[in-house]
Structure formats: structure tokens, C-alpha cells
């Protein structure tokens, strides 16, 4: 059923791509349509990535627009890579809804990840059995299997710390993460232990913000901010709420998280000066 079709980040990303193209041309979508002998209708729903959006699909209007060549190539290619079945897509919305699952498409083509945790340790960076403490707490509280599931995502996910691919993370947590008790004091004291040998990877700079510091900036928000290589791709801010998430990529929005993201770690102490911190809670 058409009604059932969801494209994802990566392809909504290309529509948006797509019409970027027309707008810059100071083209109509009847301008185009009229060329190519399509539908308004198909025009708007490639897009909007509303439609499945093939590599014939970006040729056609890469001609319509003289588009130069490289970039015709660029954005075929990246329909390809759009096409293949993600990792994250064989789980179901009890493990992942819709907007965990952009977030989790997002991070894998990523190569930077900012993040701002203040009640929970960064979920790149949770221990298995941090995690199923967390959901023994959930009401209703999820089945073994959608647990076991969410681990499995996680160990997926965090992955990308290490090898060629290895993704780069700065992360700001405040204290009060640090000292919740999650699952208990074995389970505390293995959490601690892992985030301080994380600490120590060239492509992972962990800061803590200590109980005491005042109001900070952020203060009450928690959030995901990610950067990629490639020039034409702009950072996203991702945020997870009770039942929900959201991502956004207006520039105006992204650019305020980053620049709170900076007065984080001004404010928080220095990397050395957390992994100390982190040890001592460790032993606490």
C-alpha cells in the first residue's frame, strides 16, 4: 500500500537534495514537468521523499537542472547507499521508533558525535547490564526479548568507537548521571570502570560536570548533535523524550545546541580532571 510507504533519513535527505537543485535553477515544479513529461504529483513526492527515489529519477532531473557531472554521480551513488537495508530496520518501534531509528541511520554515516547526558550515562557508552537495569525500570517494563534486543542495538551502535570507521565523540555528563545507583553498586562500579577505559581512546573525550557548578547552559535539556565528513550534509541535533524523539536541521536550531555544546565544555572540568572523578565514584 502507498499509504505504508516511509522513506528514510538518508532518502529524505536526497529529496531534499532534489528540490535544493529546482530552487536553485529558479525552476517551477511545472517548469520540470512539463520537460520530463511527469506529474506535478511525482515531482513533489520525490521530493519529499514520499516515493521510492530511484537513480534514473536523479539522472532525469540532474539533466533537467545541469547538474554538473560529479555531483550527478554524488547523489546517484548516495540512492544506492540509501536503498540497502540498514542494520537498525530489523528491529520493531518497541525497540526503535521512527525517530531513534533516523537517529541511529544518521549516526552510522556519521563522523563526529557531541553529546550532553544529566541523568543517564551516554547510551554509546552503557554497559549490558546498566542497560537492562534500565529497562527492569520501565513501566510498563518491556519483554525480555525487547531488552535483549535494545542491548543488542547498543553493542551495534557502540561499535563505532573502535576500527577504521572509528567515530569521533565528545561527551559532557553531568554528576548526578554518575552517582544514580542505576542496577546497583556492582552494576555502578562495572559502568564507572568501562567509562573511565573509554576515557582513554584517542577518539573519545569524556568531560564531567560536577554537582555545584550553578546554573550551565542546556540546563534541563539532554541531546545528540552529529557531523559528517561530507561537505554537503549538515549537522543534526537529535533529542529522546519519554515515547518520542526528535531531530532537527534548521541551521538557526543546530548552530544554538552547538554553541551551548561549547559553553558545556568550558564549564565542566577538563578531561583528566573528570577521568579522576569518574574513578572516584568508581570506588565510591
Given at each position: 500500500?502507498?499509504?505504508?510507504?516511509?522513506?528514510?533519513?538518508?532518502?529524505?535527505?536526497?529529496?531534499?537534495?532534489?528540490?535544493?537543485?529546482?530552487?536553485?535553477?529558479?525552476?517551477?515544479?511545472?517548469?520540470?514537468?512539463?520537460?520530463?513529461?511527469?506529474?506535478?504529483?511525482?515531482?513533489?513526492?520525490?521530493?519529499?521523499?514520499?516515493?521510492?527515489?530511484?537513480?534514473?529519477?536523479?539522472?532525469?532531473?540532474?539533466l533537467?537542472?545541469?547538474?554538473?557531472?560529479?555531483?550527478?554521480?554524488?547523489?546517484?551513488?548516495?540512492v544506492?547507499?540509501?536503498?540497502?537495508?540498514?542494520?537498525?530496520?530489523?528491529?520493531?518501534?518497541d525497540?526503535?521508533?521512527?525517530?531513534?531509528?533516523?537517529?541511529?541511520?544518521?549516526?552510522?554515516?556519521?563522523?563526529?558525535?557531541?553529546?550532553?547526558?544529566?541523568?543517564?550515562?551516554?547510551?554509546?557508552?552503557?554497559?549490558?547490564?546498566?542497560?537492562?537495569?534500565?529497562?527492569?525500570?520501565?513501566?510498563?517494563?518491556?519483554?525480555?526479548?525487547?531488552?535483549?534486543?535494545?542491548?543488542?542495538?547498543?553493542?551495534?551502535?557502540?561499535?563505532?568507537?573502535?576500527?577504521d570507521?572509528?567515530?569521533?565523540?565528545?561527551?559532557?555528563?553531568?554528576?548526578?548521571?554518575?552517582?544514580?545507583?542505576?542496577?546497583?553498586?556492582?552494576?555502578?562500579r562495572?559502568?564507572?570502570?568501562?567509562?573511565?577505559?573509554?576515557?582513554?581512546?584517542?577518539?573519545?573525550?569524556?568531560?564531567?560536570?560536577?554537582?555545584?557548578?550553578?546554573?550551565?547552559?542546556?540546563?534541563?535539556?539532554?541531546?545528540?548533535?552529529?557531523?559528517?565528513?561530507?561537505?554537503?550534509?549538515?549537522?543534526?541535533?537529535?533529542?529522546?523524550?519519554?515515547?518520542?524523539?526528535?531531530?532537527?536541521?534548521?541551521?538557526?536550531?543546530?548552530?544554538?545546541?552547538?554553541?551551548?555544546?561549547?559553553g558545556?565544555?568550558?564549564?565542566?572540568l577538563?578531561?583528566?580532571?573528570?577521568?579522576?572523578?569518574?574513578?572516584?565514584?568508581?570506588?565510591?
Open positions: 500500500m502507498a499509504e505504508d510507504f516511509r522513506a528514510g533519513v538518508r532518502m529524505r535527505r536526497i529529496g531534499r537534495e532534489l528540490r535544493k537543485w529546482r530552487n536553485e535553477g529558479d525552476l517551477k515544479l511545472a517548469d520540470v514537468t512539463k520537460r520530463l513529461r511527469w506529474s506535478t504529483s511525482k515531482l513533489s513526492k520525490i521530493e519529499n521523499a514520499a516515493q521510492t527515489i530511484t537513480v534514473i529519477d536523479v539522472l532525469a532531473l540532474a533537467v537542472y545541469s547538474v554538473p557531472e560529479a555531483e550527478r554521480d554524488r547523489l546517484s551513488n548516495a544506492l547507499t540509501a536503498q540497502e537495508p540498514g542494520w537498525w530496520q530489523q528491529y520493531g518501534d525497540v526503535l521508533y521512527e525517530a531513534t531509528q533516523d537517529f541511529v541511520e544518521l549516526e552510522a554515516d556519521a563522523a563526529a558525535e557531541r553529546t550532553f547526558t544529566a541523568q543517564l550515562v551516554p547510551g554509546l557508552f552503557q554497559t549490558e547490564s546498566y542497560v537492562a537495569a534500565l529497562g527492569r525500570a520501565w513501566v510498563p517494563q518491556p519483554s525480555a526479548t525487547t531488552v535483549a534486543n535494545r542491548t543488542e542495538v547498543r553493542r551495534t551502535r557502540q561499535s563505532r568507537l573502535t576500527g570507521r572509528s567515530l569521533s565523540v565528545e561527551a559532557v555528563i553531568w554528576e548526578p548521571a554518575l552517582r544514580q545507583g542505576v542496577g546497583g553498586p556492582d552494576v555502578m562495572e559502568q564507572l570502570t568501562h567509562l573511565g577505559k573509554l576515557s582513554q581512546l584517542p577518539n573519545v573525550s569524556i568531560q564531567v560536570l560536577p554537582l555545584g557548578t550553578g546554573a550551565f547552559p542546556a540546563m534541563g535539556s539532554g541531546f545528540e548533535l552529529l557531523s559528517f565528513t561530507e561537505p554537503h550534509l549538515d549537522d543534526v541535533v537529535y533529542e529522546e523524550h519519554l515515547t518520542h524523539g526528535i531531530y532537527l536541521e534548521e541551521p538557526e536550531e543546530v548552530s544554538a545546541y552547538s554553541l551551548n555544546f561549547e558545556l565544555k568550558a564549564t565542566a577538563d578531561p583528566e580532571r573528570s577521568r579522576r572523578l569518574i574513578a572516584d565514584a568508581a570506588r565510591a
